[in-house]
């Protein structure tokens, strides 16, 4: 298990510029190779920085296919859905194909069907039969970070955290009263590139836990995660001794 790199910047703007930059140099070599970029995409704001800076580069976006690691369970043309902000961002100002685009199939008065349609459509994508015991070969999956150490919809203490035979659940988060869409960890582990994208002094608490190797799902439920990548701005890491 290789351990992940941690990438830290002093600007945003920095920050921003070097993972669009890789981001579309790791698409052009898997389109290269398999013809097709899979990426599950992120909800949140730190990303919605990267959406608007993806839509003037060489993207071939003829073959990208876009999918989401979680979505709140509210419908399509909702402010709080992470479709909305990705269409707003991306989709529309760089006419993304509709075909490229699955959205979660959001059902508000039935999450656990829509989560489950929409493992359906994740298994036909990638040609995984159901029963198959694979995971997801993503080609990119970003994360954000939550302040409580939360990724995806993987909350503190949701039952989510300890689904292993799933791609892809609905999950009830308390403090929200509400169900959220997320994959589940190990459908984010098996992405072929996993980053987290955290920017925030808010955030220091959760990467000092991360970085310091503390393995508590139920309290850290990013520790569940294996990133390849930490794109952090400065104010997110932890102080570096002088
Ligand atoms: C969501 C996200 C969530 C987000 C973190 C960090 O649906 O809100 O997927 O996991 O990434 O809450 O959000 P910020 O980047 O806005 O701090």
């Known amino acids: 298990m290789t351990e992940p790199t941690i990438i830290r910047h002093d600007s945003a703007e920095t920050f921003v510029a070097e993972i669009r930059d890789e ?5 052009q070599q898997a389109i290269d190779q398999r013809g097709v970029f899979r990426i599950s995409l992120s909800g949140g704001s730190t990303p919605k920085r990267l959406y608007e800076s993806l839509v ?3 993207l071939d976006f003829s ?12 419908p399509h043309e909702h402010p709080d859905s992470n479709y909305r902000m990705v269409k707003e961002a991306l989709l529309d100002p760089a006419r993304v194909p509709e075909k490229n685009v699955f959205p979660v199939p959001v059902d508000p008065q039935d999450p656990a069907a829509a989560a489950t349609r929409y493992e359906v459509t994740l298994r036909e994508r990638f040609g995984v039969s159901d029963g198959d015991k694979a995971f997801p070969q993503w080609d990119l999956v970003l994360l954000g970070l939550g302040d409580d150490a939360h990724t995806a919809s993987l909350f503190p203490e949701t039952r989510a955290l300890d689904v ?3 791609w892809f659940v609905e999950n009830w988060v308390e403090k929200f009263s509400a169900y959220r869409y997320t994959l589940t960890a190990p459908a984010i582990n098996s992405g072929r590139n996993v980053w987290f994208l955290v920017s925030g002094s ?15 799902p139920a309290r850290i439920p990013a520790s569940l995660i294996r990133p390849s990548r930490y794109y952090c701005t400065a104010d997110a890491l932890p102080e570096q001794p002088r």
């Open 23 to 27: 981001l579309v140099l790791l698409a």
């Open 56 to 58: 003037k580069t060489a």
């Open 63 to 74: 073959k990208v296919e876009w999918f989401w690691g979680d979505e709140r369970n509210v």
């Open 164 to 166: 292993g035979d799933r």
């Open 202 to 216: 808010n955030k220091r608490q959760a990467m000092q836990q991360l970085l310091g190797g503390e393995c508590d």
